[in-house]
């Protein structure tokens, strides 16, 4: 395919709007041609800011390289457009299901942010579809897989120098969240990411999960079970832990260290510029994921847009959210019960043979 990649997104909130903007104007070989959200104005504003018309309608090109996005209201009628070639998916996990399954009708590539569904079985569903379709249409967001500093980690710990992976330690912090985030979401939404991680970095499946609440802080609202402590164990028999705190105030943390047999390595310490002044140091403290992961979502995205071209993905698979799903629904059991949940899957070999 000569002719850059036609990209609609559904959803513009916060990270779809992100997208948007990387679409449009950073990422080479493809084009932003419609946007999609319950929130109208919202969707219209955005068009217009990158390139559009307030009126929905396509809009002046200005620079030739902005210019001709749409806004389409039914984000299944975006999926089905035929002036869009792949899609993004930025929408509220619930509404996952129904419109990555609409892509895979479609036979479109599409970049769904995490969660890839709410549960289990309705993941599944979407990994038994894409099968019978033949061919990988569906990247999952985990974009840790693309920061450099994680790349870094996996390779060192893949190059066996450290021996043997033993235990992850993550920590995963957020300045605050909106008030409707309630306990679930922090595992489904926040801790999702660290169960990627931990099935990537050991290269296994996590079979048991333990999600602790401790005292929770006292600044959020009543019954929101925040900061939570999660321990994942790995079939093989090595360990994760994870602190996720989404009020944390100060800003946006995320760490990891890696045990082995001969050494341990840590990303996620980066201070930005470190002072040193009047008898203290320090550095910055990014305010969300858009700014730590902003490099990870660009190489994220146009490895997405070069594999798309070729008909292939590049990238965590349906059946990696899946896996995270399957994770999830135990880790959100574990913290309604207090105990130790097993992780049920069905084995890959029985949707692919
Ligand atoms: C958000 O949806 C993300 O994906 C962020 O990476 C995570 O840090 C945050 O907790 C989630 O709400």
Request: proline fraction near 4%; include cysteine; hydrophobic fraction near 45%.
């Amino acid at each position: 395919m000569t002719q850059d990649l036609r990209i609609g997104i559904i959803g513009v909130g916060m990270m779809g709007a992100d997208h948007a903007e990387r679409v449009a104007r950073r990422i080479s070989g493809a084009r932003l041609v419609a946007v999609s959200d319950p929130d109208t104005a919202r969707a219209a504003t955005l068009a217009a800011t990158l390139g559009g018309a307030l009126d929905g309608s396509p809009g002046a090109a200005p620079d030739g390289r902005l210019g001709g996005v749409r806004v389409v209201e039914d984000p299944l009628a975006l999926i089905g457009d035929a002036e869009v070639d792949a899609v993004i998916i930025a929408s509220p996990g619930f509404a996952h299901a129904e419109q990555l399954m609409a892509c895979l009708e479609h036979g479109k590539p599409v970049l769904c942010e995490k969660p890839l569904t709410m549960d289990t079985e309705s993941s599944l569903r979407v990994v038994e579809a894409e099968h019978k379709v033949g061919r990988s249409l569906i990247q999952v967001g985990f974009m840790r897989r693309f920061d450099p500093e994680y790349a870094r980690l996996k390779q060192l710990l893949d190059s066996g120098e450290l021996g043997r992976t033993l235990l992850l330690h993550n920590v995963h912090r957020n300045k605050t969240v909106a008030p409707t985030f309630r306990s679930e979401m922090i595992v489904r939404d926040s801790l999702v990411h660290e169960v990627d991680v931990a099935r990537w970095l050991f290269g296994d499946e996590i079979t048991r999960i333990t999600v602790h609440a401790p005292k929770p802080t006292s600044l959020v609202g009543e019954g929101v079970l925040d900061p939570q402590l999660a321990v994942f164990e790995m079939a093989g028999g090595a360990m994760a832990d994870v602190e996720v705190f989404v009020n944390f105030q100060v800003g946006y943390e995320v760490r990891c260290e890696a045990v082995a047999e001969r050494g341990s390595a840590t990303i996620g310490l980066g201070v930005d510029v470190l002072t040193r002044q009047a008898g203290h140091w320090g550095g910055a403290v990014p305010d969300d994921f858009r700014v730590r992961f902003g490099l990870a979502y660009d190489i994220e995205v146009q490895r997405w847009v070069n594999a798309a071209a070729r008909g292939e993905i590049d990238g965590p698979t349906a059946w990696d959210g899946y896996a995270a799903a399957a994770v999830c629904t135990a880790g959100v059991q574990s913290l309604q019960e207090g105990r130790p949940v097993a992780v049920e899957m069905v084995s890959r070999s029985e949707v692919f043979g």
